[in-house]
């Protein structure tokens, strides 16, 4: 018998490998998706397409509307082609669609519509902006950095404390398709992804932290597996809810979903040579949060990633 999909309006907030990660699942088992993405990255191919033809980076909402698809294996391949060689090396082949279509329609967020009705997508992916922006990293020693690109480069040479992430210019105004999404969700989801360069972002767009905070829904925080080296360093779950909050304010989380499984000793030497460890649950005992534990990650060889479909199905349970 074929099991009858959540009929609530589930919204994702992010960006990055995370948030398809989390799409990827929840197209199985949720009925009506939005996934509201960031458009901050500024390097690669996506980095390519924005500074020649003046478009909004495609990258992440690429990889969101095929994790949405009902496609075929070979198909997303073809969309996640990247070449080797010629002038078109390091490009992607999706992305170029996207450039294509926007030429056409003449604007970004058609070019993604018609993608997605290309491509039989179950659900809505929205960029959080229209407008185009630029992330901009303060650090401890009071040095900035312009440029998502830059940060993480930055961020992996130097390892300094991010201080605080803002965007330029300082109050570009949130895409109203994905603040009436947010408005009229049952279950909003932050994350998993990059704190400071996947989900935060969109929190720092105007429209997006008020529509969450005024919202019905309940708004779920999904944490990290591991800390990103030079980004989240030393960082436990408390930290990387301080940074939310900060935006937020208080009490804007209703629940905090986390593995609970332990890795092993293969992964974990794996990753503490690139100076990445597992996310400690610093809140365990912290009687303000509630906190969900779920068996949500599988290892692949020695690599730790959130399992699709257990994420997406623990997430509608809570």
């Known amino acids: 018998m074929k099991r009858r999909k959540d009929e609530r309006k589930v919204v994702c907030v992010g960006g990055g490998?995370?948030?398809?990660?989390?799409?990827?699942?929840?197209?199985?088992?949720?009925?009506?998706?939005t996934a509201i993405v960031t458009v901050a990255d500024?390097?690669?191919?996506?980095?390519?397409l924005r500074r020649e033809m003046g478009i909004l980076p495609p990258g992440d909402i690429r990889n969101c509307v095929l994790a949405l698809a009902e496609i075929e294996p070979l198909m997303e391949e073809v969309y996640q082609y990247r070449f080797s060689e010629?002038?078109?090396?390091?490009?992607?082949?999706g992305n170029l669609i996207i450039a294509a279509l926007s030429d056409i329609s003449g604007s970004f967020e058609k070019a993604v519509e018609q993608l997605s009705d290309i491509l039989a997508v179950k659900g809505k992916v929205l960029p959080v902006t229209n407008e185009k922006i630029e992330l901009m990293a303060t650090y401890a020693d009071g040095s900035r950095i312009f440029g998502e690109e830059e940060i993480v480069?930055?961020?992996?040479?130097?390892?300094?404390?991010?201080?605080t992430i803002e965007m330029l210019p300082k109050t570009p105004l949130a895409n109203s398709?994905?603040?009436?999404?947010?408005?009229?969700?049952?279950?909003?989801?932050?994350?998993?992804?990059?704190?400071?360069?996947?989900?935060?972002?969109?929190?720092?767009?105007?429209?997006?932290p008020e529509a969450i905070r005024g919202a019905k829904a309940k708004v779920i925080y999904v944490g990290n597996l591991m800390t990103q080296p030079g980004e989240t360093d030393f960082y436990g779950l408390s930290d990387h809810i301080d940074a939310i909050e900060r935006i937020l304010g208080k009490?804007?989380?209703?629940?905090?979903?986390?593995?609970?499984?332990?890795f092993s000793p293969e992964s974990l030497k794996f990753y503490a040579a690139d100076d990445s460890y597992p996310v400690p649950n610093d809140l365990a005992d912290a009687t303000e949060y509630t906190i969900a534990v779920g068996d949500l990650s599988i290892t692949d060889g020695v690599y730790i990633r959130h399992n699709p479909k257990a994420l997406a199905e623990f997430v509608l349970r809570i």
């Open 86 to 93: 010629g002038s078109l090396k390091g490009q992607n082949l």
């Open 42 to 48: 500024n390097g690669g191919s996506s980095g390519q």
């Open 153 to 163: 480069y930055q961020n992996k040479v130097s390892r300094k404390k991010i201080q």
């Open 177 to 208: 398709k994905a603040v009436q999404a947010l408005e009229e969700a049952d279950l909003i989801v932050l994350g998993p992804g990059s704190l400071y360069t996947s989900i935060i972002p969109n929190l720092l767009v105007k429209g997006i």
């Open 251 to 262: 009490k804007a989380i209703d629940v905090i979903a986390i593995d609970g499984n332990s």
């Open 17 to 33: 490998t995370g948030l398809s990660t989390l799409l990827r699942g929840l197209k199985f088992y949720a009925e009506d998706i």
